[in-house]
T-cell receptor, first 119, second 114 residues
Framework: GAVVSQHPSRVICKSGTSVKIECRSL??????MFWYRQFPKQSLMLMAT?????????EQGVEKDKFLINHASLTLSTLTVTSAHPEDSSFYIC???????????????FGPGTRLTVL | GEDVEQSLFLSVREGDSSVINCTYT??????LYWYKQEPGAGLQLLTY?????DMKQDQRLTVLLNKKDKHLSLRIADTQTGDSAIYFC??????????????FGKGTHLIIQP
């Protein structure tokens, strides 16, 4: 089956530094990738939709200058948390969607997530 | 590791009830979620249930949890064409050390027949 990987799986950084998280579709091409954030003890929050070759679409309330998304190829999207602060500590999950094949069903596959801790 | 299973497709007639099933493997689950994804959009949280509850009802949605069998279901009463979407089951689990993980199923595509 299709596999989505994220790197790193866990990162600890100092306040004020930037952190890059990679999301890769390992055996398929994904025209669309989604970035989510999970707050402790809460559900997932969609941050942005990333389409290959174009600017990401950010959800309301998500700072695009703070959370930089680059979808440079059909297998890689990156999320960079700039000038990270302790409140950015969270679990970040990406998902990659297969291009439609005939019908309307679009399979989607989730990465294992990246745990970011900002000290 | 943790695993969440769902059927890929479910077809129902408009006006009937839809029941989407999900099974999970991790016994340390804390919350279980149902998300809806409409074409071209991201996930939208529909409802969630604490792992110590058996049932939760919210308007047309009923969630049933059988913790012994690790089985979760979502019932949509009076299914409408607007309910056509992909429904994801997700399990939040306690990995220890204060860290929570989230595992998703592959999603069930709900198809509504007129």
């Amino acid at each position: 089956g299709a596999v989505v990987s994220q790197h790193p799986s866990r990162v600890i950084c100092k306040s004020g530094t930037s952190v890059k998280i990679e999301c890769r579709s390992l055996d398929f091409q994904a025209t669309t990738m989604f970035w989510y954030r999970q707050f402790p003890k809460q559900s997932l929050m969609l941050m942005a939709t990333s389409n290959e070759g174009s600017k990401a679409t950010y959800e309301q309330g998500v700072e695009k200058d703070k959370f930089l998304i680059n979808h440079a190829s059909l297998t890689l999207s990156t999320l960079t948390v700039t000038s990270a602060h302790p409140e950015d500590s969270s679990f970040y999950i990406c998902s990659a969607r297969l291009p439609p094949r005939g019908g309307t069903y679009n399979e989607q596959f989730f990465g294992p997530g990246t745990r970011l801790t900002v000290l | 590791g943790e695993d969440v299973e769902q059927s890929l497709f479910l077809s129902v007639r408009e006006g009937d009830s839809s029941v989407i099933n999900c099974t999970y493997t991790d016994s340390s689950s804390t919350y279980l979620y149902w998300y809806k994804q409409e074409p071209g959009a991201g996930l939208q949280l529909l409802t969630y249930i604490f792992s110590n509850m058996d049932m939760k009802q919210d308007q047309r949605l009923t969630v049933l949890l059988n913790k012994k069998d690790k089985h979760l279901s979502l019932r949509i009463a009076d299914t409408q064409t607007g309910d056509s979407a992909i429904y994801f089951c997700a399990e939040m689990w306690d990995s220890g050390g204060g860290a929570d993980g989230l595992t998703f199923g592959k999603g069930t595509h709900l198809i509504i027949q007129p």
